[in-house]
């Protein structure tokens, strides 16, 4: 019963930027960690970047991305973000929210982020 929605994802440039949203259903969201992954073709799925639930918000991210994405909540959109600025052509993959890997039952479709040379 558990969905997630992704969107936000495009096309750009290298050194572009974008934004991406999620929002779930059937979880207490604020109270969840939430966790962002990637999928690029022909490899396994990987961390992208996590942030806490409850009162007190930790963040963590992949090194390949520290430094240019950030991940952020909008309590009152029950919406997390993923910010991500310069963008590089390793940065192409279908990007999918969900909780932590271990409890993950399901994915949502993902939104596809294409980045150019």
């Known amino acids: 019963q558990v969905q997630f929605v992704e969107s936000g994802g495009g096309l750009v440039q290298s050194g572009g930027s974008l934004r991406l949203s999620c929002s779930a259903s059937g979880i207490n969201f604020g109270d969840t960690a939430i966790v962002w992954y990637r999928q690029a073709p022909r490899k396994q799925r990987e961390f992208v970047a996590r942030v806490s639930g409850g009162a007190g918000i930790t963040k963590t991210l992949a090194d390949s991305v520290k430094g240019r994405f950030a991940i952020y909540r909008d309590p009152a959109k029950n919406t997390v973000y993923l910010r991500m600025d310069d963008l590089e052509p390793d940065d192409t993959a279908v990007y999918y929210c969900?909780?932590?890997?271990?409890?993950?039952?399901?994915w949502g479709q993902g939104t596809q982020v294409t980045v150019s040379s």
């Open positions: 969900n909780v932590v890997i271990h409890l993950v039952r399901s």
